[in-house]
């Protein structure tokens, strides 16, 4: 165990990557001449608590000093001349945040990006649209909508809220956990599409997460959004609140009708800024803020950079939040990579010291894995697994979600937690070789869960 | 013009019992310090489209900003909610609400309307409602709040009215006679009025509304539901949600509570029915009541919602806290206006005891403002060419008047305020007069 602890060249932040995906980046800024070095990277997330290891990356995302910096000047430009500030800035400087994501993302015209708090916004916006249709006739009572199982809570919540509360039948789609391939997520994805179509229903809208929260898997995003176009699926939203900076995001590859990406989370934009994409078709998609203002009915981009008076400065910083993910070799591709390596190699020693497995295999992971506990800790529900996250937290300063799996009927001895580990440009070996101690000790002392109710 | 003037009557039965009056009183030192940061030698006299907020506030802020940059899972899990609940119970004991259940804090009254208005659509939409019910409105109620009415009322079926009153305004009888016109007209065929939304203070042009007496011939008359739109309230009129007796109830914290941009708060009101209340962006906690909703929305910033028991400790740092801020602020603005209207040859537009901490100034009719768009283009002009900030109204004159007074500016006064501010904005607009400026000149 203690070997992986000096192989600081696997772990580089800094290191050389051969293969670098251009197709991506973005034409400005350009890559930075002068690499972030070590000391600067720490100084930039010297503000985190220290000595906790914090492998969560995937909840709240982080904010380098310098982005926070950035933050507060806009928060102070507006403070300073709140009306000049209004009327003659606020409008370019979202314009100029919507074409750098324009950029990052590969869409095709700015219309195509509104910028919004986060994901939870953008499934409201596109959610609420869908409410309108089926109670204003265009779709019939009964219509369906299918969704993952594993979305996320909010986003069932936002379903609930505006699909079933409007007449609309929701169908969502079992997956396997542990899960093998991505065979399995398809064929489940074409089983719950033919419940969609039961009955001569039509259906209206997929939601379709690019990386499931939790447990945390990477959905074959581009193949379902081929298959619910060959079914004659009118929509397909999907939700990648783990996107940019965690999996590749390219909306002409993709294919979607629209795509969400929260860029607080691993983007470094200071909380919250997130994305809508909206694909540019010939029919009028009818979507709207739900927070109506002045800009109502001037297109949805138009509408979400004014909604009232608030502090629109998260949104502000993302021309500067590029300029510091090109400080990174790379830049987001390189960050990418580097951050996926790491959590797989990462995970790979935990499973491995724990006697477990991986949730998913490697080429089905982000930068956020999933890492089976040991059988003996006793995860017996989901309120139990928040006790033990509490107990990570509070007594081996260790703050990581743990995911609670039902076992399957007849298992000896089953698997039913499962951690779910990130890794982010300011994480260190240490911080899982904490993890793996504590898990250790946890079960060298014959701890069992029980003990926390 | 003092701002720390000695009041000898404050009314305290409105003052919350924590925090207590700061024993020492802000100096005129401190309170230049705390906003020298605004931009130096423009007359700010326009408090009432953005409020302000103090350097101290500023600093409580980006501390809770900070607090969840430092370690998010445990500031979500285990400080979040305490602390939106302690701004909460600070925002009831200012209003005199009696549940903190009642309360509910969101970004800015543009979402409070949201909420409202999406649960009105949702009782057209179910049925609960009759497709033509109408809702009523003023005629000057604020423009996002009309488009509101619009995109979740009419577009749900129901009927929209709107309460005319003339401006200039010259007693509440006037308004209190055109709304009871417009509820005869809401009731006509057979149909109901389900809601009616009244500002507490209207915007542009700006004139405190008389929302008690309208509230009790909302029940008179068997109006459903009755939502005030208390953008400009607390800090600029009495805001008592047991004598108003408004169903719902918003007011905004930044404009002139000092909290940074993204403060607002919605009471509803408990009765016997349930109101079936959402925030629009659904997360974890729908089901939960608006009030916890409303405490997470996703991952955001939250810090200006939890600063609201530090901008009321910077409140109670002046002689009478809220209600002494108040009273100097209208006493203030009201003998400004009556500078500026002397000065210029006009008159306000409404009466004194009609105005809050904002009055609305006729400009000399030689300027020639013609239209909506010609008032914003004189206000750019004085923005950029005298340094005053000051929104414009445009009225339309009646018909056959000679030599209307077509344009009203709208001034504000907030504790920062100077009458030398005042005095640039009145020489601006002479000197324009004695250049024959007519704003025909702008219309480019």
Not at 125 to 139: E, M, P, R, T, Y
Not at 223 to 246: M, N, P, Q, S, T
Request: glycine letters at 6%; one cysteine or more.
């Amino acid at each position: 165990m203690s070997s992986c602890h000096h192989n600081h060249h696997n772990m580089d932040i800094n290191g050389c990557d051969a293969k670098i995906s251009d197709t991506h980046l973005p034409k400005k800024p350009k890559l930075s001449p002068t690499l972030i070095s070590d000391t600067e990277l720490e100084s930039e997330f010297s503000h985190h608590v220290q000595n906790i290891a914090r492998i969560n990356n995937g909840s709240f995302g982080c904010c380098p000093k310098s982005v926070m910096s950035a933050q507060q000047k806009w928060q102070l430009e507006f403070l300073k001349q709140p009306d000049d500030f209004y009327f003659n800035r606020l409008k370019e400087g979202i314009l100029q945040s919507r074409l750098v994501i324009k950029d990052l993302v590969n869409a095709d015209h700015v219309d195509e990006i509104s910028i919004v708090d986060n994901a939870t916004t953008a499934a409201a916006i596109v959610l609420q649209s869908v409410a309108w249709d089926f109670i204003q006739g265009k779709f019939n009572k009964g219509d369906a909508a299918v969704m993952l199982h594993y979305a996320y809570g909010a986003v069932k919540k936002s379903v609930e809220a505006y699909v079933t509360r409007a007449g609309g039948y929701v169908i969502e789609v079992e997956l396997p956990f542990p899960v093998n391939s991505v065979s399995e997520i398809i064929s489940e994805f074409r089983r719950a599409l033919e419940r969609g179509k039961v009955n001569g229903r039509k259906v209206r809208l997929a939601v379709i997460d690019h990386v499931t929260s939790m447990p945390s898997v990477v959905i074959p995003v581009k193949e379902l959004v081929k298959i619910c176009r060959e079914e004659g699926v009118d929509k397909v939203f999907v939700d990648a609140a783990h996107g940019i900076g965690c999996v590749d995001v390219d909306m002409k590859e993709i294919g979607a009708d629209f795509y969400t990406s929260n860029l607080h989370k691993w983007f470094f934009c200071p909380p919250a800024a997130a994305f809508l994409y909206c694909r540019k078709s010939s029919e009028i998609d009818d979507l709207h803020h739900p927070v109506v203002s002045h800009e109502y009915g001037n297109g949805l981009a138009i509408e979400s950079a004014w909604i009232g008076t608030r502090d629109y400065s998260a949104q502000l910083v993302v021309p500067k939040v590029l300029e510091f993910v090109n400080r990174f070799e790379g830049g987001i591709e390189g960050i990418k990579k580097r951050n996926h390596k790491a959590v797989v190699e990462m995970g790979e020693m935990l499973a491995k010291a724990w006697g477990t497995h991986l949730g998913s295999p490697p080429e089905m992971c982000s930068s956020m894995i999933m890492v089976g506990l040991p059988a003996s800790l006793g995860i017996s529900s989901d309120s139990v697994a928040l006790k033990l996250r509490t107990h990570l937290r509070n007594n081996f300063s260790v703050e990581v979600p743990i995911y609670y799996r039902a076992p399957g009927d007849g298992v000896v001895n089953p698997v039913t937690g499962y951690a779910r580990i990130s890794h982010q440009v300011y994480n260190k070996p240490d911080d899982y070789y904490r993890f793996r101690d504590a898990i250790n000790q946890l079960v060298n002392d014959k701890f069992t869960c029980e003990l926390l109710s």
